[in-house]
């Protein structure tokens, strides 16, 4: 008998399964009315497996249900754009028939309480989401934002997510290139993790995740279904608190040699032609990979638990449903097919197995051998999903914040130097190198990287076979964020494009991953509302539409949610390798000129929270067309062979990104003469570290022409001095005094300060890991 | 000439290995899958990095057993030229088509980073286009790369000019300033007692064009063209 011409009875209770009772509903995550819900829908009381598939379906993590009509007002329109958002994956066009695929998806809060294996299978999940669009990966970033790194949990979970992220991308072999990482007591009890992929592959070859074809095999593909993950959807969508230690069994377990398998497999049975879909079984495993291939397609599935292959005996429906092993695909093969499926699987050591098939009877049908554990109409178990516009309202705290007059805030006595000030800022841990993290991560594979990480202010990756590259970054100062969501949301989405043009490019498209609090406050609400419509200006303003990414709600700790954080994943596309640039001065005696100009804002800015303690303040204003024409002159600049380095000044201002200049290659320190006295109306310390929006400090031979372009675009522009390569010194003048900063005394500031404070006694971490115990077996 | 890259489940660098022996250099090239047993004619066998068998119970432990590596020794006897990159060069350890072992790196974490090469022998096949002393640059990228073996073979290394690159610093020493992962005696690259298997840690496929920040590694292959091709 097939599973298609079983007639339809309901679902009985299985035997050995709880019964269901409103504490249960409530353990599911399941709201009263959503229960009501799935009660209507289903005609009848639902079965412990149907229950649990619902949860999962509708946990925040899955169904977007508190952020889709805030979603929907972002830009996702372009002629390039191939796939926007509802796929694994965003695809954008780059010309010569080349397609870019691309995501950033969070793993928060699995690394909160295993920063090992919650990093490392975040990697693998956004490998999956990439290959499964038909594009082979080709380079990986990491939006990392932890606690003060004086806390020695902190240093835990830092240490512990880099190896995750670096043992995981190493394996496959796809270079981690790019990323941020930011420390701020206010991610103390809940880091970000957020993990990006770039896929490249021929527009012809692009693959959708929808169910086709009636009597079309469904097939799952890799690792067998053990029990690790079950409910990580849920957990990820509930705050964190004292019993999530307890919740570790739900983190899944990563094992990048069989991603490594699955991945070729994969993309060999993508090109094979003998299947018609193809989608991670991510989170909710097999449950959401299966139900949304259906609802894609608008088709009936059915299923039969008992094919799966399954790592243990005995597990229930409940469990293989919505189990989340790792390195598990499900396939839509073409009928008549499944020995080509199976061969090509076998070639890679990896087993196939028909578990279900395409039927037209709309509906979604779990069975455990004859017997019926599940059954919803239609794809309603996608689209019934409740959607909510929670309240919104600012914070009357954070508004009190950004009116503070943080420029009354006196300065300290050790400011009289103002060299003092910088080296605080050059070693802050949030601007120093971040050389101790990407020198785990393999940025090479692949020989690739004409950028890497500590070069240029984004990655670029050059197209073998053409005179293409791709420059990729992520972006967001939560800081801005949290004093100002809809000009920090501005903000995030324009110092991206401003990095990604600084190498050379031409910012194309973004993907996104927003990382708030409990969305049912209304405080958060407003954030994220605020954030997004900031974001949409920019993107709109920059022309860079939105394809993809991820929500994350519910980041939140015993002592309160984290700064709202919308990471911004840009791409752009440099047309000839000649204009790829980086940030560090090279020759002696070029021009440095910067693009924008100082203003008097101090609000939200690094300097404030390093040497103040103080997070207050307006962040800096946003001028999207300043951002706009600042981008286009530079890369006209760049594009003319004028530009020898090009660096955007962000966290900590035109100082520290001077110092940069100079400094950020350790073996070639470059000197350099600045005359910042045009601004000497303007307070010092605002000049030398404020930060102020839409600037670039470029090096040129020939000034002249860099100034006659900015002219051109409207854009502020000024000679600010020379480099004087072997100076051994940064000499600054502002405010009527000169001050000469040691390059050897700026350059060990930035890059011995993350390094040494990891290297802090063994004696501390074996405390830490006494106050954590790690499990014994795993 | 003719390359055959293998590739082992988990292999990661057998693309850029072709990629720089065939549009690079200018030499033929075919992959051999780790379960055949014919090397399809080729002139030198190259086990590119990667993490074959995910580098389970130790690197290189397992791909000593894939059926290819009956061929690859038998080759390596009859005198043909083998190259083993990073997982290659643990690969050739553990079949014992070298000494030594390589074990966790000194600092116990995984290095990715362009280091600084001594040419100890430009007497090789492997080494001819390279200057006698010459100081080269190829990244590293590996997590056990701390090249090991007892005092009797470090000596009969040097002693035979089988140390064939050294890490050095910035000036050129090969002092513990230069050494990434702790190896002895700062060896990065050593070949067989028969000059026609060479292991290196360090990636000369990543170093092949400018605009991957250096060409250094070009020469290696070139070598090979000038002496297996004569």
């Known amino acids: ?778 | 000439m003719k390359f055959g890259i293998v590739v082992f489940p988990g292999s990661n660098c057998d693309e850029d290995a072709y990629h720089a022996v065939v549009d690079v250099l200018g030499a033929e090239a075919v992959y051999l899958w780790h379960k055949a047993h014919d090397l399809e004619g080729v002139d030198v066998v190259l086990l590119p990095g990667g993490f074959a068998y995910g580098d389970y119970l130790r690197a290189g432990a397992i791909a000593r057993f894939s059926p290819i590596m009956q061929e690859v020794a038998a080759h390596a006897q009859r005198g043909g030229p083998v190259i083993g990159i990073c997982n290659g060069f643990q690969i050739l350890c553990e079949a014992k088509l070298l000494p030594g072992a390589l074990l966790r790196n000194a600092g116990l974490q995984y290095i990715s980073e362009m280091v600084r090469l001594r040419v100890e022998n430009a007497d090789t096949m492997f080494t001819n286009r390279y200057e006698p002393g010459a100081i080269v640059r190829m990244p590293i990228a590996h997590g056990e790369g701390r090249y090991t073996a007892d005092t009797e073979t470090l000596d009969r290394l040097e002693g035979e000019g089988r140390v064939v690159f050294r890490y050095v610093n910035a000036v050129g020493e090969p002092d513990a300033s230069g050494n990434p992962n702790g190896s002895m005696r700062n060896i990065a690259g050593i070949v067989s007692a028969e000059g026609n298997v060479l292991g290196l840690m360090p990636h000369p496929e990543r170093a092949v064009e400018d605009v991957l920040g250096s060409h250094d590694g070009l020469a290696l292959f070139q070598s090979m063209l000038a002496r297996v091709s004569a």
């Open chain 1, 1 to 778: 008998m097939t599973a298609s011409s079983r007639s339809s009875t309901p679902p009985a209770p299985r035997p050995g399964d709880p019964a269901i009772t409103p504490a249960l509903v409530a353990e599911h995550g399941l709201t009263d009315d959503e229960y009501q819900r799935l009660v209507a829908m289903l005609g009848r009381m639902p079965t412990f497996t149907e229950l649990g598939i619902v949860s999962a379906l509708w946990s925040e993590h899955c169904s977007y249900k508190h952020s889709r009509p805030v979603l929907k007002t972002l830009p996702t329109q372009a002629p390039y754009v191939l796939q926007g958002p509802g796929e694994n994956a965003g695809v954008i066009a780059i010309g010569d028939g080349l397609a870019v695929a691309f995501k950033i998806e969070s793993h928060n809060h699995p690394s909160a309480v295993e920063p090992y294996q919650g990093a490392a299978t975040g990697v693998g999940g956004i490998l999956r989401d990439v290959f499964t669009m038909g594009a082979r990966p080709i380079a990986l970033l990491d939006s990392l934002r932890f606690g003060s790194l004086d806390s020695p949990r902190v240093r835990y979970l830092f240490g512990g997510v880099v190896k995750g992220i670096g043992d995981y991308g190493n394996c496959v072999g796809i270079p981690t290139v790019a990323g941020e990482v930011m420390f701020d007591p206010s991610y103390e009890g809940n880091p970000l993790v957020n993990a990006m992929c770039v896929g490249l592959m021929r527009e012809d070859e692009l693959i959708r995740a929808r169910a086709e074809g009636v009597g079309n095999p469904i097939i799952a593909v890799g690792a067998r279904t053990g029990r690790d993950g079950i409910h990580g959807a849920s957990f990820a969508s509930e705050d964190l608190s004292a019993a999530s230690e307890a919740k570790r069994p739900r983190v899944q377990v990563g094992d990048p040699f069989t991603e490594k398998l699955l991945l070729e497999a994969s993309l060999e049975l993508i090109r094979s032609g003998h299947i018609v879909a193809i989608q991670d079984m991510g989170a909710a495993g097999l449950t959401s990979s299966s139900a949304e291939m259906a609802a894609r397609g608008d088709v009936g599935v059915t299923i039969d638990v008992t094919k799966v292959p399954v790592r243990e005996e005995g597990m229930t429906p409940y469990e293989i449903l919505l189990s989340e092993s790792q390195e598990r695909m499900l396939v839509v093969a073409k009928r008549g097919h499944e020995a080509h499926v199976r061969d090509i699987l076998a070639k890679w050591d990896l087993t196939a197995e028909v578990i279900g098939e395409v039927i037209a009877e709309p509906v979604y049908r779990v069975t455990e051998g004859e017997r019926v554990v599940a059954e919803f109409p239609g794809s309603r178990l996608v689209t019934d999903c409740p959607v909510y516009t929670p309240e919104a309202r600012e914070s009357e705290q954070v508004h009190a914040l950004r009116a503070r007059d943080v420029l009354a805030t006196p300065e300290r006595p050790e400011e009289a130097d103002p060299v003092w000030t910088l080296v605080q800022l050059l070693s802050s841990p949030t601007i120093a190198s971040k050389r101790w993290v990407y020198r785990q991560y393999d940025t090479t594979v692949r020989t690739g990287t004409a950028v890497l990480p500590g070069e240029g202010d984004a990655a670029v990756i050059r197209l073998r076979g053409t005179d293409k590259a791709l420059a990729m970054k992520t972006d967001c100062n939560g800081r801005y964020v949290y004093l100002d969501p809809r000009v920090g949301g501005q903000i995030a989405v324009a110092e991206a494009a401003r990095n990604v043009a600084c190498v050379g490019a031409r910012p194309m498209a973004i993907t996104n991953c927003l990382n708030f609090g409990n969305p049912r406050r209304p405080e958060v609400f407003y954030q994220f509302r605020e954030a997004v419509a900031g974001m949409g200006d920019a993107c709109r303003a920059l022309g860079t539409p939105v394809t993809g990414g991820n929500v994350s709600f519910y980041n939140e700790s015993p002592s309160g949610a984290v700064y709202p954080t919308p990471v911004i994943g840009m791409i752009g596309v440099i047309d000839s390798l000649d204009h790829v640039t980086r940030s560090a001065f090279r020759h002696d005696g070029d021009a440095i000129v910067l693009l924008g100009e100082p203003t008097d804002e101090l609000g939200g800015s690094e300097y404030l929270a390093r040497v103040h303690g103080i997070v207050a303040g307006a962040p800096p204003r946003c001028d999207l067309e300043r951002e706009r024409a600042t981008i286009d002159a530079l890369l006209e600049a760049i594009r003319g062979g004028l530009v020898h380095s090009a660096h955007d000044c962000s966290e900590g201002g035109l100082a520290v990104a001077l110092a940069e200049c100079a400094v950020g290659d350790r073996e070639r320190l470059v000197g350099a003469e600045v005359d910042l006295s045009a601004w000497n109306a303007l307070p010092a310390r605002c000049v030398l570290f404020g930060e102020a929006q839409a600037r670039v400090i470029v090096s040129t031979p020939d000034p002249a022409r860099v100034l006659a372009i900015a002219e051109r675009h409207k854009v502020p522009a000024r000679r600010i001095g020379t480099v004087r390569a072997a100076s051994g010194v940064l000499r600054l003048t502002v405010g009527g005094r000169t001050v000469t900063a040691p390059l050897e005394r700026l350059a060990a500031a930035y890059h011995d300060s993350i390094p040494s404070i990891m290297r802090r006694g063994p004696a501390e971490e074996a405390a830490v890991l006494e106050q954590h115990p790690q499990p014994a077996a795993s």
